[in-house]
């Protein structure tokens, strides 16, 4: 039997208000990591809602050797481990072959040990769109229908 009494149906509100709460922050705080090794630099961005970290290497073979020591360093810096990285964007290309190649096996891996979703972008897939930026390629990609879990190479 249910109460119904006016105080009973507010702590049963209190309770849905709270987990409603709860539920909404799970769903914002995805925390999603951004990786191009096709250009010029190395680029890695996170955003965790608004919050936005970037930083850029030297694209040399010595940086692609160690691009997950890269990654790893670069959430440890901004005091993240990659259990907290909810999905991956990284770009296929065209680019640096190497660039890509790498990139595209470090995410595989990831995905792999740790079932982190992850998108294989291009600028290319992006037509239409003019000043496209990094923190807005997550959004691209759902717009673009870019499916998760999909290599497929330029």
């Keep these: 039997m249910i109460d119904n009494t006016p105080s009973s149906l507010l702590k049963y509100l209190t309770l849905f208000s709270c987990a409603f709460k709860l539920n909404v922050n799970i769903i914002e705080n995805m925390t999603k ?17 608004n919050i936005i970290y970037s930083v850029t290497h030297e694209n040399s073979k010595t940086n692609y050797d160690k691009l997950m020591l890269l990654v790893s360093d670069f959430l440890k810096t901004n005091s993240l481990v990659l ?6 964007y990284v770009n296929r290309g065209p680019g640096s072959f190497a660039g890509v190649r790498n990139s595209l ?28 930026k990094y923190e807005n390629i997550p959004n691209l990609c759902d717009k673009f229908v870019i499916k998760k879990n999909l290599i497929n190479p330029i």
């Design 33 to 49: 990591l951004i990786i191009d090794a096709a250009k010029d630099n190395i680029f890695f961005m996170i955003i965790i809602n």
């Design 83 to 88: 259990n907290d990285i909810k999905s991956i």
């Design 105 to 132: 096996s470090v995410i595989k891996a990831i995905h792999m040990i740790k079932k982190i979703d992850f998108y294989c972008y291009s600028f290319n897939d992006f037509k239409g769109e003019v000043n496209i």
